[in-house]
């Protein structure tokens, strides 16, 4: 089955600061990345996706990166908040998902 | 309100006795999915359904058992809970397959004791 491994396991930034978290995949018919964001308490909660016919994509303050030949997908974050502080998921999917082990973002005001 | 309910939010039970999570979503989904949450591992993908009278085991199947005879719904049902089982459990839904967002339920933390 597809092993997704996600990098770091914990990271913290002074606020205004970039933040990246990447994640490697195994499986080549893997076609769709999200990312999920989970705040304390909450559930997961989408913040940005990428197909695999796509390299990057932005949405205002956030970016993902996908690089289909090396089998691996980043997470961009420009401008850190406070309020970005949670943890962060990376997931790869054909008809399953499989998640990465998450990265616990801490932005420091 | 477009949404997956999952009930209930907790529940503490014995092991060997039987229970039921719910889940349902009113948003015409064909996929359906479970996860449990445990720390340092991430979400790992229990049982997905495709649609209507189809399921499939994902990465952690052992223990659990689904169903999907309406499209709404997607119970969760362990038969003989153990303690290993004690876990944040997400349900969640999306428009088809594994290509479009995923919009989870609040969450179901269960303890078996």
């Known amino acids: 089955g597809e092993n997704v491994e996600q990098h770091p396991s914990t990271l913290s930034v002074q606020e205004g600061d970039s933040a990246v978290i990447k994640c490697t995949y195994s499986?080549?018919?893997?076609?769709?990345f999200p990312w999920y964001k989970q705040e304390l308490g909450k559930r997961p909660q989408l913040i940005i996706d990428?197909?695999?016919?796509?390299g990057e994509k932005k949405d205002q303050r956030i970016a993902v990166t996908l690089n289909k030949t090396a089998k691996h997908f980043s997470l961009h974050i420009t401008e850190t908040q406070p309020e970005d502080s949670a943890v962060y998921f990376c997931?790869?999917?054909?008809?399953?998902?499989?998640f990465g082990t998450g990265t616990s973002l801490t932005v420091i005001p | 309100e477009a949404q997956v309910t999952q009930n209930p939010r907790y529940l503490i039970t014995v092991t060997g006795k039987k229970l039921t999570v719910t889940c349902s979503q009113n948003?015409?989904?064909?996929?359906m999915s479970w996860y449990r949450q445990d720390p340092g591992l991430g979400l790992r993908q229990i049982y997905y359904?495709?649609?209507?009278?189809?399921?499939d085991k994902g990465d952690v199947p052992e223990g659990y058992k689904v169903s999907r005879k309406e499209k709404r719904n997607f119970p969760l049902i362990l038969e003989s809970p153990s303690p290993n089982q004690t876990s944040l459990y997400f349900c969640?839904?999306?428009?088809?397959?594994?290509?479009?967002?995923?919009?989870f339920g609040a969450g179901t933390r269960l303890s078996v004791l």
């Open positions: 969640a839904s999306s428009l088809d397959r594994g290509k479009n967002i995923q919009y």
């Open positions: 499986d080549s018919a893997s076609n769709y």
């Open positions: 990428i197909r695999s016919n796509v």
């Open positions: 997931a790869a999917s054909g008809n399953q998902f499989y």
């Open positions: 948003m015409n989904h064909e996929y």
């Open positions: 359904s495709m649609n209507v009278e189809v399921t």
